[in-house]
């Protein structure tokens, strides 16, 4: 069965630092995909990212950037620089393979981060 | 503008009272979905549908049901309401299978049965 976990409740950093979001996933499967959504005090979920297991690249987007590590089951999510305006509940998913799997994305229980000026 | 919208964004009832909450999309998306999210539980599937008259349980199908006759609509039915379904409802919309590709989510709807 596939799980996801952000160890991290809640994390609270004052504006500028760079903050490491971790999420550590388990899935028997060798095809999946991983996720990061966002969710801001107004609280509509935005998407963020999609990794597939078959692509190790990390990527950078701005002041954010995601480190897949299969060796380590970990799909972090860095924020550079942070700002008052990235404070929110960020959430990491997993779906497995091509088949049911795919249909029934696996959530963590969010990391809220709190920005401070 | 590509949306999702639901409706209602905020419910009170009571326990029994049958309820609808509807869901609309306009980006002509194959594949829907009902998540439930609840304090340090993240989101929990519902229910999804893959086409118009196909429709699946998710993690958590108990006293739900679901219904897709129209590519556009995918409400969300509480036959019964229990107060261990007050919680904040997202509909979600995706071009490919939820576990595969980006999903466009609504609003929520806050639900509070009492």
């Known amino acids: 069965a596939q799980k996801v976990t952000q160890a991290q409740t809640e994390i609270s950093v004052v504006e500028k630092e760079d903050v490491t979001l971790d999420c550590v996933y388990e899935?028997?499967?060798?095809?999946?995909?991983l996720f990061w959504y966002k969710q801001p005090p107004s609280g509509e979920l935005v998407f963020l990212i999609r990794?597939?297991?078959?692509?190790?690249q990390n990527e950078i987007s701005g002041r954010y950037s995601w480190n897949f590590q299969k060796s380590t089951s970990s799909f972090n999510f860095t924020i550079t620089a942070s700002q008052v305006v990235d404070s929110a509940v960020y959430f990491c998913?997993?779906?497995?393979?091509?088949?049911?799997?795919?249909?029934?994305?696996?959530f963590g229980r969010g990391t809220s981060l709190i920005v401070h000026p | 503008e590509a949306q999702v919208t639901q409706n209602p964004r905020y419910l009170i009832t009571v326990t029994g009272k049958k309820l609808t909450v509807t869901c609309s999309q306009n980006?002509?998306?194959?594949?829907m979905s009902w998540y439930r999210q609840d304090p340090g539980l993240g989101l929990r599937q519902i229910y999804y549908?893959?086409?118009?008259?196909?429709?699946d349980k998710g993690d958590v199908p108990e006293g739900y049901k679901v219904s897709r006759k129209e590519k556009r609509n995918f409400p969300l039915i509480l036959e019964s309401p229990s107060p261990n379904q007050t919680s904040l409802y997202f509909c979600?919309?995706?071009?490919?299978?939820?576990?595969?590709?980006?999903?466009?989510f609504g609003p929520g709807t806050r639900l509070t049965v009492l």
């Open positions: 979600a919309s995706s071009r490919r299978l939820a576990g595969i590709g980006e999903q466009f």
């Open positions: 899935t028997r499967d060798t095809t999946y995909y």
């Open positions: 990794r597939n297991s078959f692509d190790e």
């Open positions: 998913a997993l779906s497995e393979g091509e088949g049911g799997g795919s249909y029934i994305p696996t």
């Open positions: 980006m002509n998306h194959e594949y």
């Open positions: 549908s893959m086409n118009v008259e196909v429709t």
